[in-house]
């Protein structure tokens, strides 16, 4: 909160909410620029959303791109672009350790067991 994340990262999920800030040139997918690809609006350009932090520890790579595999780096990374500073290593290890504490158990999901198809399967109903 201090640092300025939480003005973007916040409610339940510590973010996925919108914001328009451009990523470094090196994290920019040439072919990506957001939201503007569905709206063509100019104001749209590089709106993207400001990925969820909730487990985040799981989800690597990260961005948009995928570019980056540390989550230390991407922490400073956040820090350079999205805030204009410059974090120090304990800063970056201490929001790390901070983004560790938000990895929690995910629900065990159990799909169903099909019947195998054969030749007497019924073609799947279009709803007519
Ligand atoms: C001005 C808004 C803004 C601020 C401030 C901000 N972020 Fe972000 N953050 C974003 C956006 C937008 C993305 C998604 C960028 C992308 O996917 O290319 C993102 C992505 C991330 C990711 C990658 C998540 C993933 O799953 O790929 C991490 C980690 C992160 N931010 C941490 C931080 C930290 C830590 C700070 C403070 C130092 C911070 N952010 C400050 C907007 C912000």
């Excluded at 790390?96 to 999901?109: C, D, E, R, W």
């Excluded at 399967?121 to 279009?126: D, F, G, H, I, R």
Aim: charged share 20%; hydrophobic share 35%; net charge positive.
């Amino acid at each position: 909160m201090q640092t300025g994340c939480s003005s973007c990262h916040n409610g339940i999920n510590v973010g996925g909410q919108g914001v328009i800030e451009r990523p470094g040139a090196t994290l920019l997918p040439a072919s990506d620029k957001g939201r503007y690809a569905v709206t063509k609006a100019a104001s749209d350009e590089y709106l993207l959303r400001a990925a969820p932090l909730r487990n985040v520890t799981l989800r690597a790579p990260y961005f948009h791109s995928g570019q980056v595999w540390s989550l230390q780096q991407a922490v400073g990374v956040m820090g350079e672009i999205q805030l204009g500073i410059e974090l120090s290593d304990k800063e970056k290890n201490d929001i790390v350790a901070f983004l560790n504490s938000l990895t929690g158990q995910l629900p065990k999901i159990e799909y169903p067991k099909l019947p195998t198809r054969t030749d007497a399967t019924p073609p799947p109903s279009l709803g007519r």
